[in-house]
């Protein structure tokens, strides 16, 4: 079992920054991928980016490319996702995620966190 928990969201006005973190604990988090995906009132969850287990890949949206990098340290067991350039549509509930597999599809990751709610005004 693997238990995640996000925080760092709040209300920020466009053009600003965020740095969300999540906190792994149980198994080994260096053994995961992680994943942080966003669902916004009356979407289906999103991707928003993936790191590989030792974080030496990536990936990203292309709605986030050049605002968004997903980093993690493994020694802190957290995985964090820097935001800036915010814009009103980046306003969404956003959920990290583990799996075995480093991957931008939801329903291969099996742990999820509660959620963290980031909100971008105009």
């Known amino acids: 079992q693997v238990q995640l928990v996000e925080s760092g969201g709040r209300l920020v006005q466009a053009g600003g920054s965020l740095r969300l973190s999540c906190a792994a604990s149980?198994?080994?988090?260096?053994?995961?991928?992680m994943g942080w995906f966003r669902q916004a009132p009356g979407k289906e969850r999103e991707f928003v980016a993936a790191i590989s287990w030792t974080g030496g890949s990536t990936l990203s949206d292309d709605s986030v490319k050049g605002r968004f990098t997903i980093s993690r340290d493994n020694a802190k067991n957290t995985v964090y996702l820097q935001m800036n350039s915010l814009k009103p549509e980046d306003t969404a509930v956003y959920y990290c995620a583990a799996g075995p597999v480093f991957t931008t599809t939801p329903g291969r990751y099996g742990y999820w966190g509660q959620g963290t709610q980031v909100t971008v005004s105009s």
């Open positions: 149980g198994r080994t988090f260096s053994a995961y991928a």
